[in-house]
């Protein structure tokens, strides 16, 4: 095709409408004719070029965007576009020069704004792209695009409330903005707001049913909200729509796994993985599953992928030191070793901008007033690490200590009432990211603050190792040492950590008088009378063990089967969720019948109600605790059941509730010093049925009148300490 001078123009404008319908060969072929009758031509070069860009060629398209710049190099277009052919080719420092100087052309160009936005992101300065981001949002009214960007450069930093506030900007600009309601229910979802994060994934939903990302993100939702079918439905809905989508298959397992359903939720994360083998998120995931089963090496091998392919993966590391608890052998060296290398990957980075405290040490500790105590926990409920703090805790108040709780969870019950009730502040921080309750807990300015969870399921380590408080202690919830430069004092008892271990711990040893918690009964007397010993009912000696499987090793197994062996017709019954799985129940009763356990002699229960659980624990003669990793809440259950615990401490801390509750509660005869004497006293203990009726008619009324569930005692201790600790700083300082 030729063109005279003459129809140049004419040329062009029939290329540009062309163009402008999607027709871009033959927009092309105009513009390569313009071309051959001038060659160089600024105008035909750029827009051949774009198409080019447009068509997946971004080599060419700069070639020809190059030229048109030679030609005329004011022309703010031509740089801009420039621009984004670079960023296709990966020359993103490249790219962001030539929509800088778009923008030094003219100041008011929203697109070239937005196009820098989206070069400097691709090279991780997000704080660069979200201020291009704002700048072309308010130079374009209603530039949707502009604003959700932001949003999702918002999120990438943290700043998760901005973000939310970007994508509602986005979504009012543009109502039928798909994106923008999805990118925001995923953003609610992590801020722990189940209920409204359903309700923009809804409306992302309605806009476009098949959306497996916002459909898998729904699932977690209504999961959280209570509805697990619902919840399935729809993550079988996004795995139906997206089969190779990750998230999707991490929800499905994700909803399997919180129903208990180990096996399938095993199968769910190994399809994830088979479509992509360095999917991190499964790798540690299947871990956790593996870990529920009582699969040690496998769950180790899982967190260490998972780790190999992010190391930033602090909750994995996290997990990593946990399991070293669980391993037969372990040492106090060893524990501290393992959790120092977490402190070093993920707390070392903050120690040089740990906050300095409004006022000197020395000043707070001279000023009169109550000292206020702040405490971290996502447990203020129901749970074990709550339990056991809450008579304390309520108790703290009275000792002239101001509470300040930080709830890092969205449930509420009865315990959470009795927490709020205690605190002079309860401030909610679940989904806020570690430097945002950090500097919530710096600005408020406790004289120290308390961890109630360390390295476990909600625990917040990346907010202690920025130390937002000038003093800061490990308690109740964590069964270790945390390993943080930046924890000051681990609150113990001299069962735990006896004379001479201080240098395995991180922190400074506070010994509490008797037990380091104090216990709070479940039920009461009416919801579970006390019973008659099995053995003295006409039933054949049953022993119990209520632990979860990750704390059952073959050491563990070979004793139970020199017990059984020494008395011919007695029993075992094991009761912990994870047995609610048919698999993992198989699974055991295999691993059982290897150490020479006959089946038949078992029986396996499931997860149950709380009550339930207790009534359980009172239908056996004796309760075997495993080891080297003790019971703690399974202990004092059993042990208000009437039940005797045998148990074979070692010297980690982990190693020895049984030790400190059975010597609290004045309880002899069940400590052994070896496997031998574990297998003697368990035999000795079922052999003595008057005994058994002895212990189950008093030890209740000794536990509940006794030191090991005075709150007000422990308080009024732990107060102390604290000022004390308070007052050593002081003087260091």
């Known amino acids: 095709m030729t063109v005279v001078m003459a129809t140049i123009q004419e040329a062009l404008s029939a290329a540009l409408a062309h163009h402008q319908a999607g027709r871009l060969a033959e927009a092309a072929a105009l513009y390569h004719a313009v071309l051959d009758a001038v060659p160089g031509h600024a105008d035909a070069s750029h827009l051949l070029g774009v198409v080019h860009l447009q068509s997946g060629q971004p080599d060419r398209a700069a070639a020809l965007i190059r030229t048109a710049i030679q030609a005329s190099h004011r022309v703010a277009d031509y740089h801009d576009n420039l621009g984004s052919a670079l960023k296709a080719l990966g020359r993103h420092e490249e790219a962001v020069a030539a929509h800088r100087q778009a923008i030094r052309l003219r100041p008011e160009f929203a697109q070239a704004l937005y196009n820098l936005g989206n070069a400097l992101e691709a090279l991780g300065r997000l704080e660069e792209a979200a201020t291009a981001f704002r700048q072309a949002a308010a130079r374009r009214p209603g530039y949707a695009k502009a604003r959700f960007n932001l949003g999702n450069v918002l999120a990438a930093l943290d700043r998760r409330a901005d973000a939310d506030d ?41 806009l476009r049913p098949d959306h497996a990302p916002a459909l898998a993100n729904r699932a977690a939702a209504l999961l959280a909200l209570g509805k697990p079918d619902a919840a399935e439905r729809a ?26 359903r180990l096996d399938a939720a095993a199968s769910t994360y190994a399809a994830a993985l088979a479509w992509n083998p360095a999917l991190a998120q499964a790798h540690a995931n299947l871990a956790l599953v593996r870990q529920t089963q009582g699969l040690l090496d496998a769950a180790e091998a899982g967190n260490r992928r998972a780790l190999a392919l992010d190391p930033g993966l602090a909750d994995v590391r996290s997990n990593l030191a946990y399991l070293r608890l669980f391993r037969p052998g372990v040492t106090l060296a060893a524990v501290l070793e393992a959790h120092r290398a977490w402190d070093a990957a993920h707390g070392a980075p903050h120690r040089g901008r740990w906050a300095k405290p409004g006022r000197s040490t020395a000043a707070v500790a001279a000023a009169k007033g109550p000292l206020t105590v702040a405490i971290l926990s996502g447990d203020f409920r129901r749970h074990p690490a709550g339990l056991f703090a809450l008579r304390t805790v309520e108790a703290l108040p009275a000792q002239d200590i101001r509470l300040l709780l930080y709830a890092n969870q969205t449930e509420a019950d009865d315990v959470t009432a009795r927490f709020r009730k205690a605190a002079a502040r309860w401030i909610p921080v679940a989904g806020l990211p570690d430097g945002e309750v950090a500097a919530r807990i710096r600005h408020d300015r406790p004289d120290i603050l308390i961890d109630l969870a360390g390295h476990n399921a909600r625990g917040r380590p990346g907010v202690f190792a920025r130390k937002p408080a000038p003093l800061q202690v490990a308690w109740a919830g964590y069964m270790a040492t945390t390993g943080l430069a930046a924890m000051d004092a681990l609150v113990a008892d001299r069962h735990h950590v006896p004379d001479g271990m201080e240098a395995f711990y991180a922190e400074r040893v506070l010994r509490m008088p008797d037990a380091f918690i104090a216990f709070e009964p479940p039920g009461d007397g009416e919801a579970l009378p006390l019973t008659q010993p099995p053995s003295l009912s006409g039933g054949p000696v049953t022993f119990g063990s209520f632990n979860i499987l990750t704390k059952l090793n073959d050491a563990v197994l070979a004793a139970w089967a020199a017990i059984l062996g020494r008395l011919p017709g007695s029993r075992l019954l094991m009761k912990t969720k994870a047995l609610s799985c048919p698999v993992t129940a198989a699974l055991w009763r295999g691993r059982l019948a290897a150490a020479g356990i006959e089946p038949d002699r078992v029986t396996m229960v499931g997860g149950s109600s709380s009550l339930d659980h207790m009534r359980h624990c009172g239908s056996v003669d004796v309760a075997l605790d495993p080891f080297p990793f003790s019971g703690s809440t399974t202990t004092l259950e059993t042990l208000w059941m009437g039940v005797p615990v045998v148990t074979l401490p070692g010297e980690t801390f982990s190693s020895r509730h049984s030790l400190a509750f059975l010597t609290v509660a004045g309880v002899e005869g069940c400590i052994a010093a070896d496997p031998a004497d574990y297998v003697e006293r368990a035999v000795a203990w079922a052999s003595a049925p008057q005994r058994l009726a002895d212990l189950r008619r008093t030890l209740r009324a000794r536990m509940a009148a006794g030191p090991l569930c005075d709150g007000g005692r422990l308080a009024a201790a732990l107060a102390a300490d604290l000022r004390a600790l308070q007052s050593s700083a002081a003087r260091r300082s």
Do not use: K, M, W
């Open 166 to 206: 970007a994508y509602r900007a986005a979504i009012t600009d543009d109502p039928a903005f798909v994106e923008a309601h999805a990118n925001r229910g995923s953003l609610l979802l992590a801020l722990e707001r189940p209920a409204d994060a359903a309700a923009a994934l809804a409306r992302a939903l309605a």
């Open 235 to 260: 993550a079988r809905h996004a795995v139906a729509s997206r089969p190779e989508l990750a998230d999707a298959l991490l929800r499905l397992a994700e909803i399997r796994q919180r129903a208990g």
